[in-house]
């Protein structure tokens, strides 16, 4: 590791103990599977896209196949099922309390950046933030199907979620900051979020894989529930981590900006 990615990693970490990123990880995975996970349990399974619904979804996340990918499956109901049980006023519920999840994301940006509280008339923000993420998702999942089993499908499948991903952190972070930060200045931790997620969807396949088969055998399905709920605590991790690691980026580099002006 060189001097300056040793500084960068040093500000990081002190950083992250300053806005809590343990707890604030945490918390974003007890809140995915509480209220967004259910919501995309209605969408996957209303979506046109062939498949087991959100089961796919959640298994081409971790990375997973085979076996690992059938316990996953085996957590949620069909599709047919979930649409004959849904209803307009459980689907609004679902999209009430996902817009929970934003207003923590909002708040860990906020700290993350030293800023105030945002307005409460900026709701209106924390609505499309979800809206935004949910459309990510539904791209991702879409890319698989173009070109399926052709050389193509991988690079689209890549572009889809790297590009992609890059330019939901990066406009995410600008959506529930307001104005209150640059456009320029949100680019490096909206790279660093989706460097982090690469990263966590390897570890997941090296991993995760092999647990979530282990861990049906031991404990049947909560096992899978465990891994499932760890990964989405990676993803925390992610989200928070790749923003406190741009913002850390950007605080190295003012120093000898100030430096050179005296």
Same mark, same amino acid.
């Given at each position: ?167 939901? =952190? ?37 991993? =995760? ?54």
């Amino acid at each position: 590791m060189t001097g300056y990615a040793r500084r960068v990693a040093v500000v990081a970490w002190r950083r992250g103990r300053e806005v809590e990123l343990l707890h604030r990880a945490m918390a974003f995975a007890a809140l995915c599977f509480v209220t967004l996970v259910p919501l995309l349990v209605v969408i996957a399974a209303a979506s046109p896209t062939r498949g087991s619904g959100i089961a796919d979804w959640i298994a081409d996340g971790l990375g997973l196949s085979g076996r690992s990918s059938a316990a996953v499956g085996q957590l949620f109901a069909s599709r047919r099922e979930v649409l004959s049980t849904t209803t307009g006023l459980s689907l609004a519920a679902l999209a009430l309390f996902g817009v929970s999840l934003m207003t923590a994301v909002q708040n860990a940006y906020e700290r993350i950046w030293q800023l105030p509280p945002g307005a409460w008339l900026s709701a209106w923000r924390q609505v499309a933030a979800l809206v935004g993420l949910i459309g990510y998702i539904l791209v991702a999942a879409w890319s698989r199907v173009p070109g399926e089993h052709t050389a193509a499908q991988p690079a689209l499948q890549v572009v889809a979620t790297v590009c992609g991903g890059v330019l939901l =952190f990066w406009w995410l972070q600008r959506l529930l900051l307001g104005t209150r930060v640059a456009w320029r200045r949100l680019l490096p931790g909206a790279g660093a979020t989706v460097v982090a997620l690469v990263g966590l969807r390897a570890f997941s396949r090296l991993v =995760f894989a092999p647990l979530i088969v282990s861990n049906v055998v031991a404990y049947g399905p909560v096992g899978t529930v465990l891994v499932v709920q760890s990964w989405l605590i990676g993803v925390g991790f992610s989200v928070y981590g790749g923003a406190i690691a741009g913002r850390a980026l950007l605080s190295l580099r003012a120093v000898p900006r100030r430096r050179g002006i005296r």
